[in-house]
């Protein structure tokens, strides 16, 4: 009799029990259920939008391209332009819309207009561009601007992010660019910073050539004035 009891004072204590937390307890598993399929819908949704990101950027990059010696026509140019807006419209929170304004800054300057190469890059240094991505298209404006003669405009942009892996790349243009402005002495010292950050100098023989004119002015003189003597 007392093991009856026992029980049913059991059962009471866990229907008491359900009565007051029962319902919490409910609710509780359906926050973590809808967690779990919120997040599978989530990731789902993701996916979903990355591939169909990447499937627009396919289709920029095919449209958009030429063979040698050819010229990209009116109507592609303008199918290009069409994904590219809707790549920085409607997935601007994708890698592919900071590709897409990549590749429409490289026609661009095919184009010869660096305005809007300008303009495109910007739109990706403005927009949340992921830091590895920040360094390529940071440089790629000071090339711009430095093709633009915005000389100073070139160095702070070069000045605005720490160039990580692309030191070399990024000294080198900075070297160009006091050339340019005939600080030779800066930019003796900017090419000899590149050459000191690549492991392997004999793989860039351009760069080498470039700091050893410029160390050696006088037999750079002398070959440009024996090339003008036999032009004449």
């Known amino acids: 009799m007392v093991t009856d009891k026992t029980e049913e004072e059991q059962l009471e204590a866990l229907k008491s029990w359900w009565d007051e937390n029962g319902t919490q307890l409910l609710i509780g598993i359906v926050v973590v259920l809808a967690g779990i399929f919120g997040y599978r819908t989530w990731d789902s949704n993701a996916q979903a939008t ?5 499937n627009l950027y396919e289709d920029l990059v095919q449209v958009a391209s030429v063979g040698p010696f050819e010229e990209l026509s009116v109507e592609d140019r303008s199918t290009a332009e069409f994904i590219a807006a809707q790549l920085t419209t409607e997935y601007m929170g994708s890698v592919y819309a900071h590709f897409a304004s990549m590749h429409m800054a490289k026609l661009d300057v095919e184009a010869g207009d660096l305005d809007g190469a300008e303009a495109a890059l910007r739109w990706s240094l403005d927009n949340d561009v992921d830091e590895s991505i920040g360094i390529i298209v940071n440089e790629r404006l000071a090339k711009v601007l430095f093709a633009k003669e915005d000389f100073d405009g070139a160095l702070a942009q070069l000045d605005s992010k720490k160039p990580g892996t692309h030191a070399r790349s990024y000294e ?10 005939e600080r030779h002495e800066d930019a003796r010292s900017a090419y000899e910073r590149a050459l000191a950050g690549t492991d392997n100098p004999d793989a860039f023989p351009y760069l080498k050539m470039k700091l050893q004119d410029i160390s050696n002015p006088e037999k750079a003189i002398a070959v440009e004035a024996e090339g003008d003597t036999s032009e004449g």
């Open 50 to 54: 990355a591939e169909a990101a990447s």
């Open 172 to 181: 080198e243009l900075r070297g160009d660019i006091y050339y340019a402005m």
